[in-house]
T-cell receptor, first 113, second 111 residues
Framework: GAGVSQSPSNKVTEKGKDVELRCDPI?????LYWYRQSLGQGLEFLIY????????KSGLPSDRFSAERTGGSVSTLTIQRTQQEDSAVYLC???????????FGPGTRLLVL | QKEVEQNSGPLSVPEGAIASLNCTYS??????FFWYRQYSGKSPELIMF????GDKEDGRFTAQLNKASQYVSLLIRDSQPSDSATYLC???????????FGTGTRLQVTL
């Protein structure tokens, strides 16, 4: 079946603008994760959704970052008032459940000018 | 803070040799461990996972887990230039259900 898809693949924005990043997980996967990977760095956990449970937002770096998951499927990560330090690759992953193998999407490369 | 530690490398091995990648973790409650490969500019892809102490083999890859020493390793036999990538180790965080990733080891397989 189809893997995790993300859009857009690349996004260039100006400092101070809001951006929305989309993730469409593998069908049937109940867990969805967002990570951020800066140049040459490891994966930084941002937020985790599991079924209908309250999301784990412990990795969000500031209140400019938010995410939602509608209908237990597609998720949107929103960054308000973007800053240059937000420039990174934003990766989405999904799995069949917590602690299970995560499958990653191709990522969205965000550049804030 | 629950951590996963890896040597950033680069680890350079000649073609045909065995590459040994190592990882330590701090959370004794971790039960599941994963190795991902990430080519430059690409997203991580799963290589192997391991839950039990000992060795797990899949083709040219062997994952090793020692929970007493909190140590995970990945061996790549008959290394090929196409194996050149960054290898990420990840561990579940026990009660928290999400994976913690190391910063990765960059492997270079030379001709």
């Amino acid at each position: 079946g189809a893997g995790v898809s993300q859009s857009p693949s690349n996004k260039v924005t100006e400092k101070g603008k809001d951006v929305e990043l989309r993730c469409d997980p593998i069908s049937g996967h109940t867990a969805l994760y967002w990570y951020r990977q800066s140049l040459g760095q490891g994966l930084e956990f941002l937020i985790y959704f599991q079924g209908n449970s309250a999301p784990d937002k412990s990795g969000l770096p500031s209140d400019r970052f938010s995410a939602e998951r509608t209908g237990g499927s597609v998720s949107t990560l929103t960054i308000q008032r973007t800053q240059q330090e937000d420039s990174a690759v934003y990766l989405c992953a999904s799995s069949t459940g917590s602690g299970e193998t995560q499958y990653f999407g191709p990522g969205t490369r965000l550049l804030v000018l | 803070q629950k951590e996963v530690e890896q040597n950033s490398g680069p680890l350079s091995v000649p073609e045909g040799a065995i590459a040994s990648l190592n990882c330590t973790y701090s959370d004794r409650g971790s039960q599941s461990f994963f190795w991902y490969r990430q080519y430059s500019g690409k997203s991580p892809e799963l290589i192997m996972f391991i839950y039990s102490n000992g060795d797990k083999e899949d083709g040219r890859f062997t994952a090793q887990l020692n929970k007493a020493s909190q140590y995970v390793s990945l061996l790549i036999r008959d290394s090929q230039p196409s194996d050149s990538a960054t290898y990420l180790c990840a561990a579940d965080t026990g009660t928290a259900s999400k994976l913690t990733f190391g910063t990765g080891t960059r492997l270079q397989v030379t001709l």
